[in-house]
């Protein structure tokens, strides 16, 4: 339907032909760069360097199906850092870009490797920054409610830390268990309670971040500025190559007072959405909105307990035990407007306590000659259905499964998770499905005014679809690279294409 | 497939979202900790796609064990030691473990303990073996070598209670230890020896000072073909059965529970300290912030090898807990390598730390 484009290069030409080549590939492996290890150890201290080579395969590669798949098909990922530096300090990330510029290294950043569109996975060999050792909590301003953090530090880690003060981020991706703050910001990514809180961006308060040429911005704790473009803006979601980000101010919440969740089963998936449409822009809040087509509800659900036929919607409510209740009077009134059937909370508890469940996916990893992922797209309202309807004809006429839910809600829109689940005869079969699947499907969101992208970033997976969803504005992004990264040297092939 | 190959696989094939909960790597932050991580460098090492190395070797031993990643485990993989005692087997044989590893090893040969202590062979005296007991104790090498304090607590109590009980003097090694660090068939053996011994003796209940021994003589024994005759139950569970009768001072102290892992996670007792403690003082509530299968790690066996990261999990976790809790005065657990961790950190802060049958004995009226 949607021809394969250029991106393809990024697998079938020169990352393939590494695989081939996998005896000079295990000597590379094991052929160590004397200089690299020598100045780096003298810069930032012998026991933050290493040359491993099982830090180096740890650090070159993250939870992107196609990680997985080259465990079996060609036991090596296509690239390895040549070194893994671990800075502890701003102060050592400073000497690491510093080190890296002057002898024309390319710098792999490494946050928490939960990545799934390879953004971690080096593209050419270099060093690997591990930012895992930047994992302090530097300041809690209990008066502000933000929180000052190292941007190493893991997304759940800091959950619990602010937990026991009472306090909360309410920030939860799926991979808050393993995905580090910096990590998080540098994906663009979103939570499963968005749309109250909203994505990272709305989290950011201020950052600091290394530049390529070494030096360091901060943009302060200001609640809000009107000093021209919003700088800590150019970093959330640059994936790295404008720089590396060392800390952040996040914003943070009380814990709720009251939490109450309402479950609703329709027999229409549209008049679903547009109930959620209703309730957004009635002026109400529900952190968590998730609507299940038939499928997910079924394959999610079934082993819960769930046996409704039909489309399931969880809405959630939290804050002031008042403003819950008549949060949830509105929502119930519109749902039962649309002849939604009420089926109490407990759903929704259930949901919460397995939203972290990705058993599902990964068992279709592991078979041999399966493979899943997950699309997030998002469109407006007015053009929701549509991309839907096609997505799902197309996987439909490929006898592809796929299970979608929407969530993440706004006034204008929504975004629409598609999970598939392919087989083919073998793990190379595989791999060029995948390829193609995303790439078709990234065809037909760009046809329906869509985005790529909504939480998951673009990494090396979506990249060569990048500038037909920004036009010019690649040109933007590139040539502000260009301006702070003339050589190229921070995560080199991430987001835009060499 | 066989047990350990499908449990590896399923950490290989994983979204890593038991990373945080992983106290050895928040310590160390070394990447190849992590299960995933870790099974995914031993599978590529077993398939010859790279060499394994003492770098590797030293990550295999790095884990303690704790089990808290099978909390978390979307595979909802609870065979997480299997997996570990089957790489260490690996590195173990190999030669790549580190050098603690393997005089641990040549102390169970030489000593026929993990600690190199010398002890003389004691001759069971004919009327212990012709005795009926109701109550067989078994302490285990982290009590008599760790925190023999709880072994001494405990017959207190019992013999406060009028207990008809016995405990074997030269104790033998459960071999658990050594199952744990990959030495299979010193582990065989130990646990062949132990299980000899303990079957001279007659008695009704087994019960368990370590709950290490305690899940290992339910568990690991029964899988190596010895199978004992008796109940077998962890200290808590006779406590709370017999705390009633225990003539005891109560105390008003402000206390936490520190659920031991190997007892939360692995034997899932969990109310048994509780209901003991709450007969004691007047607490509502004895649970920590992460309690129960999600409980916090002390360390673990990490101290036999690793001590400098044994004390930073220990003392990570008495520090983050003295910046939220300014009213707990009292930590108690119920396992010797929790009880000996958190003490031996240099700076516990405000907290006393003991052994749930200490915290009893010492407030027996």
Redesign the interface.
């Given at each position: 339907m949607f021809p394969a484009v250029t991106y393809q290069v990024f697998l079938l030409k020169r990352f393939k032909t590494r695989y081939m080549k996998l005896s000079a590939c295990?000597s590379y492996?094991y052929k160590k760069d004397d200089f690299l290890e020598k100045k780096l150890a003298e810069i930032i201290g012998k026991d933050k360097v290493?040359t491993?080579?099982?830090?180096r395969?740890?650090?070159s590669?993250d939870?992107t199906p196609l990680c997985?798949k080259w465990?079996d098909l060609y036991?090596?990922p296509p690239y390895t850092s040549d070194i893994v530096a671990?800075p502890e300090t701003t102060g050592d990330v400073i000497k690491i870009v510093k080190f890296a510029g002057e002898n024309n290294k390319k710098l792999f950043i490494y946050g928490?490797?939960?990545g799934v569109v390879g953004g971690v996975i080096p593209t050419e060999r270099g060093i690997t920054l591990?930012m895992?050792?930047m994992?302090g909590i530097i300041n809690l301003d209990e008066q502000s409610l933000t929180v000052e953090v190292q941007s190493g530090i893991?997304?759940?880690?800091l959950e619990?830390?602010l937990?026991?003060?009472n306090y909360t981020l309410r920030h939860f991706p799926?991979?808050?268990?393993?995905a580090s703050v910096g990590g998080l910001i540098a994906t663009r990514s979103t939570g499963q309670f968005s749309t109250k809180y909203g994505g990272i961006e709305n989290y950011v308060v201020g950052l600091e971040a290394v530049l390529p040429d070494g030096s360091l911005l901060n943009t302060g704790d200001k609640p809000r500025s009107s000093t021209g473009p919003d700088i800590n803006n150019f970093f959330i979601g640059s994936e790295g190559i404008f720089g590396v980000i060392t800390k952040a101010i996040l914003k943070i919440y009380k814990m709720p007072e009251e939490v109450k969740y309402q479950c609703f089963i329709y027999r229409d998936i549209f008049c679903a959405l547009d109930s959620i449409r209703e309730i957004m822009q009635s002026g109400i809040k529900p952190p968590v909105i998730r609507l299940y087509n038939s499928e997910e509800s079924r394959l999610k659900f079934e082993k819960l307990g769930f046996n409704y036929d039909g489309c399931l919607l969880i809405l959630c409510f939290e804050g002031k035990k008042e403003l819950v209740e008549a949060e949830a009077s509105v929502a119930m009134e519109i749902c039962s407007k649309m002849h939604a059937r009420d089926i109490g909370g407990e759903l929704g508890k259930i949901w919460f306590e397995n939203r972290?469940?990705?058993?599902h996916i990964?068992?279709k990893?592991?078979e041999p000659g399966g493979m899943s992922d997950a699309i997030e797209l998002a469109s407006s309202w007015s053009k929701i259905k549509k991309l839907y309807t096609e997505v799902e004809k197309y996987f439909k006429e490929k006898n592809i499964t796929l299970a979608s839910h929407f969530s993440h809600a706004y006034t204008t829109g929504i975004s629409v998770y598609n999970i598939f689940y392919l087989n083919a005869k073998d793990e190379k079969e595989a791999i060029d499905k995948f390829y193609e699947v995303w790439d078709d499907v990234m065809g037909i969101a760009l046809e329906n005014d869509a985005t790529i992208s909504h939480h998951h970033g673009i990494g090396i997976i979506k990249r060569a679809r990048l500038k037909q969803e920004l036009g010019k504005g690649i040109e933007i992004i590139k040539k502000l690279k260009d301006s702070l990264d003339s050589e190229n040297i921070i995560n080199p092939g991430k987001l835009i294409e060499n | 497939m066989d047990v350990e190959k499908k449990s590896q696989r399923q950490c290989i094939f994983c979204h890593n979202f038991c990373k945080f909960s992983c106290a050895p790597y928040i310590a160390t932050k070394n990447q190849k900790i992590i299960q995933t991580q870790k099974n995914y460098l031993i599978y590529m090492a077993e398939m010859e796609k790279i060499k394994a190395n003492t770098d590797l070797g030293e990550a295999v031993y790095l884990c303690n064990d704790c089990r808290r990643c099978e909390t978390y485990c979307v595979f909802e993989n609870k065979k997480v030691i299997g997996n570990n005692r089957y790489a260490r087997n690996l590195i173990f044989k190999e030669k790549l473990a580190s050098d603690r590893v393997y005089e641990i090893y040549d102390n169970f040969i030489q000593y026929g303990n993990f600690l190199g202590e010398k002890k003389e062979a004691k001759e069971i005296r004919n009327s212990d073996k012709d005795k009926k007991y109701d109550f067989f104790i078994y302490a285990g090498e982290y009590v008599n070598f760790l925190a023999p304090e709880i072994k001494e607590s405990f017959i207190k109590i019992l013999t406060s209670l009028n207990k008809n009980f016995i405990f074997c003097d030269d104790e033998d090694p459960d071999g658990i230890l050594a199952l744990d660090l990959g030495m299979k068939e010193l582990a065989q053996k130990l646990m062949e020896n132990n299980f000899k011994k303990i079957s001279r003796y007659k008695f009704d209940t087994l019960i368990c000072l370590d709950p290490y021994s305690c899940y290992g003589f339910k568990n690991d024994y029964k899988d190596y073909g010895y199978e004992f005759d008796c109940g077998i139950i962890h200290y808590t569970e006779f406590l709370e059965n017999n705390i009633s009768d225990i003539k005891i001072n109560k105390t008003d102290s402000h206390i936490k529970y520190f659920d031991p892992c190997m007892l939360s996670r692995g034997l899932k007792i969990n109310d048994s300290p509780r209901k003991v403690l709450s007969f004691i003082n007047s607490e509502s509530n004895f649970d920590l912030i992460k309690n129960r299968e999600e409980s916090e790690c002390c360390g673990g066996h990490l101290s036999l090898i690793f001590p400098d990261v044994a004390e930073a999990v220990s003392a990570g976790f008495l520090k983050e807990l003295e910046s939220y809790d300014d009213k707990t005065e009292v930590l108690v657990t119920a396992c010797p390598l929790c009880l000996s961790n958190l003490s031996n950190v240099k700076k516990s802060g405000r907290f006393k730390i003991y052994d749930l049958a200490e915290y009893i004995s010492r407030n027996i009226d």
């Open positions: 295990l492996l290493s491993d080579i099982g830090d395969l740890c650090f590669r939870v997985y465990i036991k090596l671990s928490g490797g939960s591990d895992s050792r994992c893991i997304g759940q880690n619990d830390f937990n026991k003060k799926q991979s808050i268990r393993s972290f469940d990705t058993r990964l068992e990893e592991e | -």
